[in-house]
């Protein structure tokens, strides 16, 4: 009898990082652009269920919504990077989700959903520019065959303090990462006890 629920347990649990992966991917394709930022850097809310999936679940299965979303993104619309922007798309979903996560799962009250996605958000923000300035664009300019001038022109455009590389992490990559998950983490505080409770009360029950 046991083994028979633990067995149900798992299953809802599957049905609900599947869900949650093809709505996050689903809100991939909703992408806004952002003014003082290039055009190939965009919004969408698709680590909102990541988020939750993170917070009810908790890591593990938050890190497989990431990996069903993007692998939904390959079958519905392919790559346009070689797979550099998906790379980096499951690097920054995983490093606002851990930290996240494993924080609130020590604070569980609203101080510390506040202060577990404050730090996810720092955290992300820092990292992205990192892994963008070291990884990311010199091996999208690498696979592409296109000059890092090029790709630092595309920020010029929108904004002429964008002069290289560096700055290009300094004012694109650095304020929109801390944009996107500030609203993120704002809409999850906002969303998060309701969506919890029907999530729990139904599929998870």
Sequence with gaps: MQNKEQGSSKVKRMVLVAMLGA??????????????VPPFIKFDFSELPIIIAGFVLGPVDGILTIVIKLLLK?????????????????????????????????????????????????????????????????????????????????????????DSLFTMMVWAVLPFNLLKYTVISVTTFLVYKRLAGFLRNTILK
């Design 23 to 36: 709505i996050s991917a689903i809100l991939m394709f909703f992408e806004i652009v952002i003014p003082f």
């Design 74 to 162: 390959l079958v519905l619309k392919g790559t346009q990077t070689a797979g550099v922007g998906e790379l980096m798309n499951f690097c920054v979903s995983a490093l606002y989700m851990l930290p996240s996560v494993l924080i609130y799962r020590r604070i569980r009250s609203k101080k510390g959903a506040v202060i577990s996605m404050a730090v996810g958000t720092v955290n992300v923000s820092i990292m992205a520019v990192l892994i963008n300035y070291f990884i990311m664009f010199p091996v999208y300019a690498w696979a592409f065959h296109m000059p890092m001038e090029a790709l630092v022109s595309q920020g010029t455009q929108v904004n002429p303090k964008i």
